[in-house]
C-alpha cells in the first residue's frame, strides 16, 4: 500500500488569507481527489486533481476559492482562498489505481483548518 | 444523482455483534464500499463489494443486493475500539468518484 501524506497537518488562520495544502503519495496514482468534511459531516468533493490539466470541480465548488495544481502523477496543492471561517474544515486527499479495485480510493491523514 | 441512506447513530455492546445499514439509489453501479473512520482522523478502507453476495474479511463482512441497492456492514466481536463513524460509499458507473453516506456513528459500550 501506499503512503499519503499532507502538510499542513493542521492550521490557524485569519479571515482573507489563503492556504496553500499539499498532498503527496510514495508511489504513483492514476486518481487524486480533493474533499472536505466539516465538523461532524460526512464528505464532500471538491474535484478531482487531473495530471497535466485542470481540475474537475463539483457543483458549488469553483477554481477562484479552490486551485489545484497536478503536476505529477504523485503531487498535488488545493489553496483555500479569501478564507472566512465557513471555511473551517478538515481538507482530505484521496487516491485511486492502488489496488483493491480500481475506484478505491485511499486517504491522506487530512488538514485540519481552523479560520478566524 | 445518487442518495444514500444510512442510520445516524448505533449503540452496541462489547463482543456483540452489529449490522449496520446502507441503502442507495444511482443511475448507474459499479462498486458499494465501506470506510471506518475514528474521531479526528481520516477515513480508512474497510471492504469494497460489486457482486451480490457477502465478501468476509476477519471481524468485518459486507454484504450487497444490487436489486434491492442495499447493503450491510456486520461487525462480530465487537471491541471497545470499533467505536468510530462507518462511511458507506457508492462508485457510479463511468466515474472514479465516490459519493459517501452522512456516516454512522457506532458507540461500543462495555
Known amino acids: 500500500s501506499a503512503v499519503i501524506s499532507q502538510k499542513p497537518s493542521r492550521d490557524i488562520c485569519q479571515r482573507g488569507t489563503s492556504l496553500t495544502i499539499q498532498c503527496q503519495v510514495d508511489?504513483?496514482?492514476?486518481?487524486m481527489f480533493w474533499y472536505r468534511q466539516q465538523p461532524g459531516q460526512s464528505l464532500t468533493l471538491i474535484a478531482t486533481?487531473?495530471?497535466?490539466?485542470?481540475?474537475?470541480?463539483e457543483s458549488g465548488f469553483v477554481i477562484d476559492k479552490f486551485p489545484i495544481s497536478r503536476p505529477n502523477l504523485t503531487f498535488s496543492t488545493l489553496t483555500v482562498s479569501n478564507m472566512s471561517p465557513e471555511d473551517s474544515s478538515i481538507y482530505l486527499c484521496?487516491?485511486?489505481?492502488?489496488?483493491?479495485?480500481?475506484?478505491?480510493?485511499?486517504f491522506g491523514p487530512g488538514t485540519r483548518l481552523l479560520v478566524l | 444523482g445518487q442518495n444514500i441512506d444510512q442510520p445516524t447513530e448505533m449503540t452496541a455492546t462489547e463482543g456483540a455483534i452489529v449490522q449496520i445499514n446502507c441503502t442507495y439509489q444511482?443511475?448507474?453501479?459499479?462498486?458499494l464500499f465501506w470506510y471506518q473512520q475514528h474521531a479526528g482522523e481520516a477515513p480508512t478502507f474497510l471492504s469494497y463489494?460489486?457482486?451480490?453476495g457477502l465478501e468476509e474479511k476477519g471481524r468485518f463482512s459486507s454484504f450487497l443486493s444490487r436489486s434491492k441497492g442495499y447493503s450491510y456492514l456486520l461487525l462480530k466481536e465487537l471491541q471497545m475500539k470499533d467505536s468510530a463513524s462507518y462511511l458507506c460509499?457508492?462508485?457510479?458507473?463511468?466515474?472514479?468518484?465516490?459519493?459517501f453516506g452522512k456516516g454512522t456513528k457506532l458507540s461500543v459500550i462495555p
Open positions: 484521496s487516491v485511486s489505481g492502488l489496488g483493491g479495485g480500481q475506484e478505491t480510493q485511499y
Open positions: 460509499a457508492v462508485n457510479e458507473a463511468g466515474s472514479y468518484q465516490l459519493t
Open positions: 508511489s504513483q496514482v492514476t486518481m
Open positions: 486533481a487531473n495530471q497535466g490539466s485542470e481540475a474537475t470541480y
Open positions: 463489494n460489486v457482486l451480490d
Open positions: 444511482t443511475s448507474g453501479f459499479n462498486g
